[in-house]
């Protein structure tokens, strides 16, 4: 049986969601019915060894060191003929800009886009390049219902178009992590993890952290980078907490973070599908989220600890509750990880693309 083609196309092999499900399929898409090939459009990036050292057929087009987006397009092309794939699978805006100019040079080729947040942060102009995008695209995917509604809302599209596919991890490595030391210490340990922009609501974390009583002993570790790294550590600076707060930047070793972490908060702003909230519960850690990013992941109160989006109010009520009913939080974030064990399967996840696959035969 000849084996699909699969070309994945996204901006850079940063560590972000979308890049770490683009690896996610290029590790466990079936290997007898489909090869696959990532290529970037806009460089490297952390993850980047990471498909090398799972031996996948990755690819890195930077525009800036081959001198702009024409002459990335055509190293694009290059490869993309060279490999005759079947489907171009693209994530992201960079990945769907260049993907819309192979398709007008593969006709042939099908076309799946995801989507993999709601974006409300676009401007008006990529929103358009989007709504012209999406005219081409033979599948796309909303990684959320909410992402699935946002394109419905903004796109005018008619129901059924887009195909949600929930997102899901490989949650075998996270799983191996005892979860026996959590919240067993007086100091609670917490951490946030992801880029280091608006989006992730770090400066409401923060906050709240500055309001705290004095009774309530806590460190954080802020995992990621991003635009607005300085800015954090200043106004950490400013409320007077920044000693507690250690930055570490992009982490490719979080498996052994995780053992000195008891709390992950994540209070964004809007999320698709956060891959960072499946994986700390599949750790047992508790977590506290946002409505945002806790929608279709975490039930208050059950499974997590659930605040309103730029509540500093409720997050640090949130984090008292963390130190002073250890023992409750403790089964919230057992029972977080069952809950991760039976809904956030990678594999039940791939099957589900490659049906949209096997679709476009």
């Known amino acids: 049986m000849r084996k699909k083609k699969i070309l994945h196309i996204m901006p850079r092999y940063t560590t972000g969601g979308a890049e770490r499900l683009v690896l996610l399929y290029a590790k466990k898409l079936d290997k007898k019915k489909y090869k696959v090939r990532v290529a970037s459009t806009n460089g490297g990036g952390e993850l980047f060894a990471q498909f090398q050292q799972a031996n996948i057929d990755a690819h890195v087009v930077d525009r800036h060191s081959l001198g ?29 800009l260049l993907a819309l100019t ?51 809302a903004d796109y ?14 490989d949650l075998a490595p996270w799983l191996k992590l005892s979860d026996k ?72 070793q979080l498996a052994n973070a995780y053992k000195t972490i008891d709390v992950v908060v994540q209070p964004s702003l809007w999320e698709g599908m956060s891959l960072v ?14 409505q945002p990013a806790a929608v279709n992941l975490v039930k208050n109160g059950e499974t997590g600890i ?30 977080g990880r069952v809950y991760a064990k039976e809904h956030f399967s990678a594999e039940a996840h791939v099957a589900k693309i490659e049906a949209i696959y096997e679709q476009l035969s």
């Open 68 to 96: 702009g987006r024409r002459k990335a397009y055509h190293k694009l092309l290059e490869i993309a003929e060279e490999f005759e794939p079947d489907i171009i699978h693209s994530h992201l805006f960079g990945g769907d």
């Open 102 to 152: 192979l398709k007008k040079k593969m006709p042939h080729v099908k076309w799946v886009s995801t989507v993999h947040n709601v974006r409300k942060q676009e401007s008006w102009l990529r929103r358009k390049i989007w709504g012209v995008i999406f005219t081409q695209v033979n599948n796309i995917i909303g990684v959320a219902k909410e992402v699935t509604s946002f394109l419905y």
């Open 156 to 169: 005018g599209f008619d129901a059924g178009t887009v195909q949600t596919i929930p997102n899901g991890v």
């Open 181 to 252: 030391s959590v919240l067993s210490e007086s100091t609670v340990r917490l951490a946030t993890i992801g880029r280091l922009e608006e989006q992730k609501g770090h400066t409401y974390l923060l906050k709240a952290l500055g309001t705290l009583p004095k009774e309530v002993n806590w460190t954080l570790d802020v995992y990621g980078d991003g635009s607005l790294a300085e800015p954090l550590q200043k106004e950490a600076e400013s409320l007077g907490i920044a000693k507690k707060i250690t930055w570490h930047g992009v982490s490719d």
């Open 277 to 290: 909230m499946m994986e700390a519960m599949g750790t047992g850690r508790l977590v506290i989220a946002s």
């Open 306 to 335: 659930v605040v309103p989006e730029k509540d500093s109010a409720a997050l640090a009520a949130a984090i008292s509750d963390v130190h002073n009913k250890k023992r409750r939080m403790k089964r919230i974030a057992a029972a």
